[in-house]
């Protein structure tokens, strides 16, 4: 199964990852399920280096908890294009498979660098996937 970021289609709005802003996506497992990919609508400018996505079980209030961390790992963000297209990254390649039981779960996305050097993550609304 793949955690595909607001549907699979072209996204309305873009939000700027930075060192003063984090961007993270809650989303529903509704029963036990191993993941191999995470899709995101992504793009950079200037050149953000090492960033880090983490998948984190939710608080009750929907925000990540930092304690319940499923899965963590940094990637070179100079790698994304330029312009906003579909980035996948393989689960599978960066550790045993990734087994979610049911519950709230939140993508995080961190880059520690500053503007210029930003990550746009693209969504289409703010909502239930479901």
């Given at each position: ?68 961390v499923v899965i963590n790992f940094g ?56």
């Amino acid at each position: 199964m793949a955690v595909i970021a607001k549907f699979n289609e072209e996204p309305v709005n873009f939000y700027a990852v930075t060192s003063a802003i984090s961007f993270a996506q809650g989303f529903t497992v509704p029963f036990e399920t191993t993941i191999t990919t995470v899709r995101l609508w992504l793009y950079r400018t200037g050149s953000p280096q090492i960033c880090v996505m983490s998948i984190c079980q939710a608080k009750e209030d929907g925000s990540p908890d930092p304690d319940n961390v499923v899965i963590n790992f940094g990637f070179d963000a100079d790698l994304l294009p330029e312009t906003a297209t579909w980035k996948e990254f393989d689960l599978t390649a960066l550790s045993s498979p990734v087994t979610l039981s049911p519950g709230n779960y939140v993508i995080v996305l961190i880059n520690p660098k500053s503007a210029p050097d930003t990550i746009y993550w693209g969504y289409t609304y703010v909502g239930s996937a479901e």
